[in-house]
C-alpha cells in the first residue's frame, strides 16, 4: 500500500466529513458546553481544505524515517462519547419506542495481532455466509478507519482470491464500493476514541440508512490485540 493511497484516503475522508456536516448528516451529535461556556456542538478535527499536498508534507510517525503511515493518514486521537439504546422486540412494544434499526446479526473474530487492521473481515465474513451475502450487497458499510492502510487492507483483502482462500477457504468475496463505504467520512476526519467508535459507527450507520430511504448495513471495527467485530443492521 503506498503513501499516496493512504494519503489518497485520508482526503476522502476528510472531505466526505466536511461535506456531510454542511448538509445536515450528523444530527445525532448532541452539542456539550464547556467549562468556559464554549458551545461544541461538531467535531473540530474536520479539515475542508485537506490536499495530497498538504498531507505530503507530513513525516512519518512509524518506521522513522522511512515509513508510510503519518498523523495525516492515521486516525486522530480524539476525546468523545457515544450513546446506543438496544431494546428487546418486547421492550420496543411496551414503552413505545420508534427503533432507527433492527440488528440481525453481530460476530467477532481473533486473529494474528500483527495483522489486527484486518479484523472487520474476519469478523464480517461469518455473517455474509450466513445470510448468503457478499458486500457489495450491502447498502452501506462503516469501517472505523484506524488507519488508512487499514481500511484500505481490508479491501484488497477482500478482492484477493490467496488470501480469501487461505483464511476462508473461498474465491475473493469483493470489497464493498467506495460509494457505500465511510460515506459521510471516517474516524480520520472525525476521530477515534477508544471505546466510543463502535458505538458512533453503529449509531452513524443507523441514521445514514435512514437517511437514505432505508437498506441493510454492516458496521465492522479492527481491535488491538488481534480481534475485530461486526454487526448487520436493517432498518425498519
Known sequence: IMRSDMDAFAVE???RAAAAGQRGAFDEIVPLIDPSGKIIDRDDGIRADSSMQALGRLSPVFDRP???ITAGNSSQVTDGAASCLLASGAAV???GLTPLAHIRDIAWAGLDPAQMGLGPI???VPILRRHGISPRDLDLWE????????????LRAWDDDIYCQQAFGTDAWGSPSMDRLNVDGGAIAIGHPVGASGAR?????ARSLQQRGGGRGMAAICIGGGQGGALLMETV
Do not use: M, R, T
Not at 469501517?143 to 481490508?154: D, K, L, M, Y
Open 66 to 68: 522511512d515509513g508510510q
Open 122 to 124: 474476519h469478523a464480517s
Open 13 to 15: 475522508s476528510h472531505l
Open 93 to 95: 412494544k411496551k414503552f
Open 143 to 154: 469501517i472505523n478507519e484506524a488507519f488508512a492502510a487499514q481500511v484500505i487492507g481490508c
Open 201 to 205: 459507527i453503529v449509531l452513524h450507520l
